[in-house]
């Protein structure tokens, strides 16, 4: 079946430092890539989402990019902020085989802090 | 209401009785998902629900869960003879339906505490 593959945190930065987090995924056909985070005491919040090949999602100055031939959607920041430490969660949703559901499918999450 | 809106916020219920979690999917969203998430654990999915179709119940652990679901509106989500394995975040999640790539929009959680 379709899974996430994302780094296992925690991964503590210094502000104004580059974040990376990868994420890789196992579908078949196109799913639809998100990335979800989770501010500390707040719900799960869409940060960004790609529905096709070599689109770019970005909010937020977060970007992640769909990569079909590396099945890849790593999450970047050039400059981390203090406010951007929440935990963050890769995941797909394939409505093509899932029989008309958005179902997502999670990572197990990266707890990011960023220290001033 | 502007999102989706989860009760009781937090619950803390003895081993053995029964809760019943409630979801508000957010006005004119025809999914409904209901996720779990243990502590320090990524989310599974539970069930799913559209319109008037068989819901998905390919998540449920066991046969102590269940959910039901009156029209495109609120949701329940019912564990009998809760086990401490039972606490967790129950997440709702609502969405539109169409052809791939929409946004899920979360609710804030049910905190279950089964001590």
């Known amino acids: 079946g379709d899974s996430v593959t994302q780094m296992e945190g925690p991964v503590t930065l210094s502000e104004e430092a580059f974040l990376t987090i990868n994420c890789t995924y196992t579908?078949?056909?196109?799913?639809?890539l998100f990335w979800y985070v989770q501010y500390p005491g707040e719900g799960l919040q869409l940060l960004l989402k790609?529905?096709?090949?070599?689109d770019k999602g970005s909010n937020k100055g977060f970007e992640a990019t769909y990569r079909k031939e590396t099945t890849s959607f790593h999450l970047e920041k050039g400059s981390v902020q203090v406010s951007d430490s929440a935990v963050y969660f890769c995941?797909?949703?394939?409505?093509?085989?899932?029989?008309?559901?958005?179902?997502?499918?999670f990572g197990k999450g990266t707890k990011l802090t960023v220290n001033p | 209401g502007a999102g989706v809106s989860q009760s009781p916020s937090n619950k803390v219920t003895e081993k053995g009785k029964d809760v019943e979690l409630r979801c508000d999917p957010i006005?004119?969203?025809?999914?409904l998902y209901w996720y779990r998430q243990r502590l320090g654990q990524g989310l599974e999915f539970l069930i799913y629900?559209?319109?008037?179709?068989?819901?998905?119940k390919s998540g449920l652990p066991s046969d102590r869960f269940s959910a039901e679901r009156t029209g495109e509106s609120v949701s329940t989500l019912t564990i009998q003879r809760t086990q401490q394995e039972d606490s967790a975040v129950y997440l709702c999640?609502?969405?539109?339906?169409?052809?791939?790539?929409?946004?899920?929009?979360f609710g804030e959680g049910s905190w279950l505490t089964v001590v």
């Open positions: 999640a609502s969405s539109l339906v169409s052809r791939g790539g929409n946004t899920i929009y």
């Open positions: 579908a078949t056909g196109y799913p639809s």
């Open positions: 790609a529905t096709k090949a070599d």
């Open positions: 995941a797909l949703s394939n409505f093509a085989t899932q029989g008309g559901s958005e179902k997502l499918v």
């Open positions: 006005s004119g969203h025809t999914a």
């Open positions: 629900f559209q319109g008037n179709s068989a819901p998905d």
